[in-house]
């Protein structure tokens, strides 16, 4: 099975940093995407900035020039750098990996796998 872990969250002031880190291990073939998702409290869980295998990337608005996503193929890992972070940035961060699996000659299909969570609050 695929495991997810995800480190780096914790406490910041206003105008900090943090660099989460998401490192998957066990059964993997191929990664399709890698990305990171937050959820406030009271507010419905968003994707924040994800990282396809092609290389491109994709940000929520309200991160655009603070946030960076990286990936580490050979570690299989995801990074999100956050710079100058808001309170509003405050929220449980998730790490998301899509799979593609295949079978046979021809066959393929996708899993999706999700990390814990790690908390992060960003303070004014």
């Known amino acids: 099975q695929v495991q997810l872990v995800e480190s780096g969250g914790g406490l910041m002031q206003a105008g900090g940093s943090l660099r ?4 998957a291990s066990g059964s993997i073939l191929s990664i399709v995407t890698m990305g990171w998702y937050r959820q406030a409290p009271g ?11 092609g ?16 990936r580490d193929n ?5 990074y999100l750098q956050m710079n100058s972070l808001k309170p509003e940035d405050t929220g449980v961060y998730y790490c998301k990996v899509v799979l593609r699996r295949s079978y046979g000659s021809t066959g393929s299909y996708s899993q999706e796998f999700w990390g ?8 004014s």
Request: glycine share 6%.
């Open 20 to 23: 989460l880190s998401c490192a």
């Open 43 to 53: 507010k419905e869980r968003e994707s924040v900035a994800v990282a396809t295998s």
């Open 55 to 70: 290389g491109s990337t994709n940000y929520i608005d309200s991160v655009k020039g603070r946030f960076t996503i990286s």
């Open 74 to 78: 050979a570690k299989n890992t995801v």
């Open 116 to 123: 814990q969570g790690t908390q992060v609050t960003v303070s």
